[in-house]
Nanobody
């Protein structure tokens, strides 16, 4: 089975930085898009950033210039470097990856369990 494990969340002050990591493990044939989504209390889950297998990136307008998504294909890992954090960035951040399993070559849309990011003074 494929699993996404997230790390790096925590409590930071406004203007601070945080780096999230998400590693995919299991029987993996290949990974297409990877990305980060977030959900604040009382709000719907929203896209933060995505990155294709070829390295093309897409960002929500609210994080452009502050967040950087990257991936290490050899490690099956996607990162989200978050700088100049604002209280509005407070949310549970979820890793997402479109992965074709090495068993049966079936593609699924996988989600991590979420990691809490709190930006507060």
């Amino acid at each position: 089975q494929v699993q996404l494990v997230e790390s790096g969340g925590g409590l930071v002050q406004p203007g601070g930085s945080l780096r999230l990591s998400c590693a995919a493990s299991g029987s993996i044939f290949d990974i297409n898009n990877m990305g980060w989504y977030r959900q604040a209390p009382g709000k719907q889950r929203e896209l933060v950033a995505t990155i294709s297998s070829g390295g093309r990136t897409n960002y929500a307008d609210s994080v452009k210039g502050r967040f950087t998504i990257s991936r290490d294909n050899a490690k099956n890992t996607v990162y989200l470097q978050m700088n100049s954090l604002k209280p509005e960035d407070t949310a549970v951040y979820y890793c997402n990856a479109v992965i074709r399993s090495g068993v049966g070559l079936i593609t699924y849309d996988y989600w991590g369990q979420g990691t809490q990011v709190t930006v507060s003074s």
